[in-house]
């Protein structure tokens, strides 16, 4: 099982609040957030780890060694970027020469908590070759992405009885998330940085796209949301 950790972005709207240091070191009740990622239970499935991220921040974290402390099984790769890119599926690029042909591949945000559930890594571990699974949560705010059982993947705006997309997309190998990442050439760059607009796309070529529901999730990508997060809003929707 192959997991790319995408940390070359802008992170613009969390550098509103915090422009001296990346949005993965953001403190969350005394923990960076990056820390917190790698508590994911998704962890324990994975053979190898590639983190993207920017040469800038070279110093700012061990990487390996961390990793390595929380999951020894895991092989490790870190790829430094000296340029920033224009969104997580052209980052997840740079990881393409590192990560093993056979098995599925994980992509995984750098600014959510999730609280992955025994159903969902049983599900992950049977994501047929040709499957994208995403592991969703609930919640009625308009600023995430979200999928529909009925209608597929929906990019904007609240819908009801729609669940949010936490982040955490499973692909059932890597031929799938190339072709995830070829779906948006000659888009507009606006489009570049919509990782559901691709798997949009994915699943209009015909790929299979499942979802299940998390335990929890805890989006920490905007100052508001983590204003709501550290005066004890209702984070976790269950």
Same mark, same amino acid.
């Given at each position: 099982?192959?997991?790319?950790?995408?940390?070359?972005?802008?992170?613009? /709207?969390?550098?509103?609040?915090?422009?001296?240091?990346?949005?993965?070191?953001?403190?969350?009740?005394?923990?960076? %957030?990056?820390?917190?990622? #790698?508590?994911?239970?998704?962890?324990?499935?994975?053979?190898?780890?590639?983190?993207? &991220? %920017? /040469?800038?921040? @070279?110093? !700012?974290?061990?990487?390996? =060694?961390?990793? *390595?402390?929380?999951?020894? @099984?895991?092989?490790?790769? +870190?790829?430094?970027?000296?340029?920033?890119?224009?969104? @997580? =599926?052209?980052?997840?690029?740079?990881?393409?020469?590192?990560?093993?042909?056979?098995?599925?591949?994980?992509? /995984? *945000?750098?600014?959510?908590?999730?609280? =992955?559930?025994?159903?969902? #890594? $049983?599900?992950?571990?049977?994501?047929?070759?040709?499957?994208?699974?995403?592991? &969703?949560?609930?919640?009625?705010?308009?600023?995430?992405?979200?999928?529909?059982?009925?209608?597929?993947?929906?990019?904007?705006?609240?819908?009801?009885?729609? $669940?949010?997309?936490?982040? !955490?997309?499973?692909?059932?190998?890597?031929? +799938? =998330?190339?072709?995830?990442?070829?779906? !948006?050439?000659? &888009?507009?760059?606006?489009?570049?940085?919509?990782?559901?607009?691709?798997?949009?796309?994915?699943?209009?070529?015909?790929?299979?796209?499942?979802?299940? $529901?998390?335990?929890? &999730?805890?989006? +920490?990508?905007?100052?508001?949301?983590?204003? @709501? %997060?550290?005066?004890?809003?209702?984070?976790?929707?269950?």
């Amino acid at each position: 099982m192959n997991i790319v950790l995408t940390m070359a972005g802008h992170g613009a /709207r969390m550098a509103a609040r915090y422009p001296c240091i990346p949005k993965w070191m953001v403190s969350v009740e005394g923990k960076l %957030l990056i820390d917190w990622v #790698l508590d994911d239970r998704i962890f324990s499935m994975a053979t190898q780890v590639v983190v993207v &991220c %920017l /040469r800038a921040h @070279q110093g !700012l974290y061990d990487f390996e =060694l961390s990793i *390595n402390k929380k999951w020894p @099984q895991a092989h490790i790769n +870190v790829v430094y970027l000296d340029h920033v890119t224009s969104g @997580q =599926l052209r980052t997840v690029f740079h990881a393409f020469p590192l990560i093993e042909d056979e098995g599925r591949v994980i992509v /995984r *945000n750098i600014d959510t908590i999730n609280f =992955l559930s025994d159903d969902n #890594l $049983l599900d992950i571990t049977v994501v047929a070759a040709d499957e994208i699974y995403l592991p &969703c949560f609930k919640s009625s705010s308009d600023q995430y992405s979200y999928y529909q059982s009925a209608t597929g993947l929906l990019r904007d705006g609240y819908v009801e009885g729609a $669940l949010a997309v936490s982040g !955490l997309y499973v692909f059932g190998s890597l031929r +799938v =998330l190339k072709n995830a990442v070829d779906s !948006l050439q000659g &888009c507009p760059a606006s489009a570049e940085e919509n990782m559901t607009l691709a798997v949009t796309r994915s699943r209009d070529m015909g790929t299979s796209i499942r979802y299940g $529901l998390m335990d929890g &999730c805890i989006p +920490v990508g905007t100052p508001d949301e983590y204003d @709501q %997060l550290i005066t004890g809003g209702q984070c976790i929707v269950r």
